[in-house]
């Protein structure tokens, strides 16, 4: 089975980056729109299974920890093979040509800025719509399980928030990374699965996923109110997948394999 070399993928993330600058801003929001709602796809899939394992979760938490790990890869996976964008992926993917100086600084900014803002509303369309108003986690035990997970990310440190983030996206951006390195869909699959089962089964901090949780609990009832989630999860997470995902796999990379390269 053939696959990509490291720098091979580096010149592939490298053009990646540059595509998705090129492309028209009101395609790139439609694609941003479902990468949210595929990431969310992922996280209610964790919720309706991990969930509804109230006995394992009190017997043996880690494996419920493990079956949500398992199953959450499923939202990359549509977003690297079905076609859709992510912000914290962006955060790797738009390094590599601004340190190749193919694109500007102002290009990876709006790269970040519109993905995460139509992430969020891709995130919210299935959070309220496709999980609250389906009543999908009206009834417990799916709607205690999304109302303890909530309250537990609203009510860390900031800077744990912020250590867990950088966590999550160097996991995520790695996955996405290995993923270009398969040549058929199979291989992409198990590049995405590895890094992001383990970024979700350790409890790292992930902001476009924390944008289906945390609001999903809120408009179920649960007693956390936006700014708590803003301030207290979603600023220090953000930031930390910043650092993760643009520090430890897209610059790392592009120093190790791109850097003094001919452009």
Do not use: R
Not at 36 to 65: D, N, Q, R, S, Y
């Amino acid at each position: 089975m053939s696959y990509s070399t490291p720098k091979e993928i580096a010149q592939d993330f490298c053009a990646f980056g540059v595509y998705k600058y090129k492309t028209p801003w009101k395609k790139f929001a439609v694609l941003a729109f479902l990468g949210g709602t595929f990431i969310a796809f992922g996280g209610l899939l964790t919720v309706i299974v991990a969930g509804g394992m109230p006995e394992t979760l009190a017997a043996t938490p880690g494996l419920v920890k493990f079956t949500a790990g398992a199953l959450f890869p499923v939202g990359l996976v549509m977003v690297s093979v079905a076609g859709a964008d992510l912000f914290t992926s962006d955060c790797a993917a738009m390094v590599l040509p601004c340190a190749q100086k193919e694109t500007k600084i102002t290009a990876l900014i709006k790269i970040w800025v519109l993905s995460y803002i139509f992430n969020f509303f891709g995130t919210q369309f299935i959070a309220y719509f496709m999980t609250y108003k389906a009543g999908l986690i009206s009834s417990d035990p799916w709607q205690s399980y999304i109302h303890n997970l909530a309250n537990a990310k609203v009510n860390q440190e900031f800077w744990k928030v912020f250590i867990k983030g950088i966590g999550a996206n160097w996991l995520v951006c790695l996955g996405t990374w290995m993923g270009f390195a398969g040549k058929d869909v199979m291989s992409k699959a198990i590049g995405i699965w590895i890094p992001v089962m383990l970024f979700v089964t350790l409890g790292y901090e992930h902001s476009i996923a924390n944008m289906f949780f945390v609001p999903a609990a809120i408009y179920s009832g649960a007693d956390i109110t936006w700014n708590a989630f803003i301030v207290n999860n979603l600023i220090p997470s953000t930031l930390g997948n910043i650092v993760g995902g643009a520090g430890l796999v897209g610059f790392a990379y592009w120093y190790v394999y791109m850097k003094d390269s001919k452009q």
